[in-house]
């Protein structure tokens, strides 16, 4: 019969959709607005089958929404700067841009090849001058709002790559990208002050509980960390100074026997006293090489040094000795811990490795801890412990001891977050500039609106070689500038930003390509944000996405959009993993994308990821038959070679059965694909194409109508997954390019329930009975029915029955013996 030549379908139409504009959305208000956004790429080496998986995602939902008459935008572009570009710059003695920009083209083509639906027009790589231009602007307009910053702090440091980290970089101790052990280093750097969105970051979410994923959401929340509590000062004698601690548990205080501090922190070198120094310095240098998970880890031995000196308990008055020790982190709450050991583990296996005092306040009714060894958790009533007399439950414990150490001064409720302000300075070559000149008479001067972009200058090769500044430092004629204010010798920055700044505004770039009067026209957004599905990788769940919903947030506060959360729905994809591993090189486990699309077609590769499970969930390539997905695109193919009707004709005279068949197939789909179930559409598709066929083949033949119109269903939904074949499909039956423009067909409402079938009863082969049953009858009672029959008795005559088939509703075969 008729087949299809996939090589060929996707040439002609992959240049038909560019040619047509297929996709380029009309923007022009006559149809609602719809913006589908896939995560950009970043351009290392072609695209692989991770991207082919996320793509076929977002492709389906942007396909669906264009046949459902919505005016769709989907873009593409590349999030090209970063450091694999540089250090393949290093390796070939080049410039960065050479790989990128080559390896851009080849995902352009593999992309078009790939038959995504999606608007070229808006294209844009945010390595681009014109692209950074904005990535700087926004910097100082944050900047003026105070959201970015300078401080001195200690960073991750790799000592490989010479580079800073983020906390996000560092992964178990060691640099994501080169796996050499991170030490820690003192910077000044730049920062943006995420912390104080903090709450807005969390309450927000609310508006994101339909559209995005559970566990998406426990991430972010986790990362944010939001923790109530108090700030408790103890009195240092012969300072001014208190020691100020953060904790959620004021209501333990009478039991805190002892302070610690963090080692690394500001306070530790000022108060320690001079027999103790050389001993707390040897700590600091141990502590430096221990990375924070280490720190935290609950089940590490506590080691710690006494500082020499003792801080007063504001409510009992006790003398207690103040230490250094690993586990309490500079950079959470005020870097200082009070210990109530009988009440919280850590605390108590210090205590107890240093002999100090482990003072149960509540009486929880468990063992004691100085003989259990174990912190006792549970409420109780407050013991030993006088302001608290008479209370027996955690929350009014901490209101009161809140509100008591408020009256004497010494303390007050507290918020605290896990969440750290962004450290947003790389050392690094191939990313946007900081558009900032230091002068000495001046200070931090910005670089007028007007003389960005501050491009990149001219670098090559061993000039980007890490030495611990940023390479741009090397370019001395590019740093040393006049001062912008004063005239005055003055040096540019030379830290360039994360590539994390460039992705969190890059979608509201697509909505004004080219822009000349800002980052975006605030116009153009409003016609087309937020976004309604946003398609990526779970291992953006939270540092992109938090950054994302940062950004537009400041954006609102100046005006700019007028909403706080830019995506309204999240999908993650699965990954595509092989022989249940995830691929890599040196598992030798990699399957190559463009070989697949070789041997079976873009549409059966597109076909058997989307049918492969759902799509949150891993899919393993090697479970999977992309030839089974080649026979069945060929069998749909061949229905529409097959039918006879002329385009047009009216469906309502066709096979009833067929039609009721294909209008509750086609709800079904609808209902699917809105709840990202693309698998079951696909098993629902495919049930279409077989109902159609024995129509044709062993029904009212090809030149029914309903076989017409079922077929138009099959190529109308196949279109969302295998849009090459569909095209085809859709020639095939008559009809005018493109199938993108055919609109979703509408659901006959009075077709989806049939009252009964005909279930014809056969006795030894020969149809001895009728009857009309529902459609959905079981099996057992279509057997009782079938056996009740007068006719199908009288055809027993009293034998024993021997077999019996049932194929419900339409079929009882009774073989007697
Ligand atoms: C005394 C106490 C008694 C505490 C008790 C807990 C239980 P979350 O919930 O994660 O916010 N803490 C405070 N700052 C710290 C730091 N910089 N490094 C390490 N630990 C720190 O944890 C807050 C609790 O973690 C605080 O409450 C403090 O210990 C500790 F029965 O104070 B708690
Ligand atoms: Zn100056």
Redesign the pocket.
């Known amino acids: 019969g008729a087949r299809y030549d996939a090589r060929a379908a996707q040439e002609r139409w992959a240049a038909f959709w560019e040619a047509d504009q297929t996709f380029t959305p009309l923007d022009d208000g006559s149809k609602e607005r719809r913006y589908v956004l896939d995560m950009f790429p970043y351009p290392s080496g072609d695209l692989h089958m991770g991207h082919a998986e996320a793509f076929a995602m977002g492709d389906v939902w942007a396909r669906f929404l264009k046949l459902r008459g919505y005016d769709v935008m989907h873009p593409i572009g590349w999030d090209s700067f970063g450091l694999p570009a540089e250090n393949a710059a290093i390796k070939r003695n080049a410039h960065p841009a050479e790989w990128t920009y080559a390896n851009i083209d080849t995902q352009a083509n593999s992309f078009k090849r790939y038959g995504l639906s999606l608007d070229w027009s808006r294209r844009l790589h945010t390595s681009d001058p014109e692209y950074y231009r904005w990535t700087q602007w926004l910097f100082l307009r944050f900047r003026e709002r105070g959201l970015a910053y300078r401080k001195a702090s200690w960073v991750n440091w790799c000592p490989k790559d010479q580079t800073v980290l983020a906390n996000e970089q560092v992964i178990n101790g060691e640099c994501e990208r080169c796996g050499s052990p991170v030490t820690k280093r003192e910077l000044t750097q730049w920062f943006f002050k995420v912390t104080e969105y903090a709450d807005r970051l969390l309450d927000d979410m609310e508006q994101l509980e339909a559209g995005w994923p559970e566990r998406v959401l426990t991430m972010q929340r986790n990362w944010i ?1 939001r ?1 109530e ?1 108090a700030y408790i000062d103890f009195a240092l004698p012969g300072s001014d100074e208190p020691i100020t ?5 004021p209501d ?1 205080l009478y039991g ?1 026997s002892f302070l610690v501090i ?1 080692p690394d922190g500001k306070l530790a070198p000022k108060i320690v006293t001079d027999d103790h120094r050389a001993e707390f310095e040897a700590y600091l240098e141990k502590t430096k090489s221990e990375t924070e998970i280490e720190r ?1 880890s609950t089940d590490r031995e506590k080691t710690g040094v006494y500082l020499g000196v003792d801080a007063i308990n504001p409510v009992s008055g006790a003398k207690i000795p103040v230490f250094v020790a690993d ?14 050991a009988a ?2 583990q ?2 108590l296996d210090f205590a107890r490795k240093y002999g100090l005092p482990i003072l149960v306040v509540i009486d929880s009714g468990q063992e004691d801890p100085n003989v259990s060894g174990i ?1 006792t ?1 549970a409420d109780g009533p407050y013991v030993n412990s006088p302001v608290l007399e008479g209370i027996s439950d955690t929350e009014t414990g901490v209101a009161t001891m809140i509100k008591v150490l408020q009256e004497k001064g010494a303390g007050r409720g507290a918020t ?1 977050y ?1 969440l750290r302000d962004w450290l947003l300075s790389r050392q690094r070559f191939w990313g946007a500039p900081i558009p900032i000149i230091h002068c000495e008479a001046c200070g931090e001067v910005p670089v007028p609106d007007d003389q960005l972009p501050v491009e990149l200058p001219y670098l090559t090769g061993t000039d980007l070689n890490p030495k611990g500044t940023s390479p741009l430092a090397a370019a001395t004629d590019w740093v040393n500038v006049d001062c912008p204010t004063c005239g005055g010798p003055a040096t540019r920055d030379t830290d360039t930003m994360d590539t994390f700044v460039d992705s969190s505004w890059y979608f509201f770039r697509y909505c004004s390509p080219g822009f000349e009067g800002g980052p975006f026209d605030p116009e153009d957004v409003r016609r087309w944000m937020p976004v309604a599905q946003y398609v990526g990788g779970v291992e953006h769940a939270i540092l992109h996405l938090l950054y994302m919903r940062f950004f537009t947030k400041a954006l609102y506060d100046m005006g700019l959009v007028d909403f706080t959360e830019p995506m309204r729905r999240l999908l993650n994809q699965g990954q595509v993993i092989n022989q249940g591993k995830s691929m890599s090189k040196s598992l030798g486990n990699g399957v190559d994308l463009g070989e697949q699309i070789e041997n079976f077609g873009v549409d059966a590769v597109r076909l058997t990821m989307i049918f492969a499970g759902p799509p949150e969930e891993d899919i393993d390539w090697a479970d999977l038959s992309p030839s089974g997905s080649v026979k069945f695109l060929q069998r749909a193919y061949r229905l529409a070679a097959d039918v006879t009707s002329e385009p047009g004709v009216d469906p309502a005279g066709g096979d009833a059965t067929l039609r009721s068949t294909a209008h509750r197939t086609l709800a079904d789909i609808t209902q699917c694909i809105e709840t990202q179930r693309f698998n079951v559409a696909v098993a629902r598709i495919m049930e279409l194409v077989n109902a159609t066929r024995k129509v044709i083949d062993t029904g009212a033949g090809p030149a029914d109508p309903a076989v017409r119109e079922a077929c138009e269903f099959v190529a109308i939904a196949l279109s969302l997954v295998s849009p090459y074949v569909a095209e085809e499909m859709w020639e095939q039956l008559g009809k005018p390019p493109s199938i993108a423009n055919a609109g979703w067909p509408t659901v006959d409402e009075s077709l989806l329930t049939i009252e009964s079938v005909t279930c014809v009863i056969q006795v030894k082969g020969k149809v001895r009975g009728r009857l009309e049953v529902s459609p959905t009858i079981g099996e057992d009672e279509l057997r009782e029915l079938a056996l009740a029959e007068e006719s199908v008795q009288r055809a027993l005559d009293g034998r024993e029955i021997a077999k019996i088939i049932i194929r419900a509703p339409k079929l009882v075969s009774i073989v007697p013996a």
């Open positions: 960390g923790s509590g601690v953060f904790t959620t548990r333990t805190a963090a935290q586990y309490v982190l500079a950079e959470y709450g005020t870097g200082a811990v009070m210990g109530s009440h919280d850590r605390d912190a958790k605290t896990r």
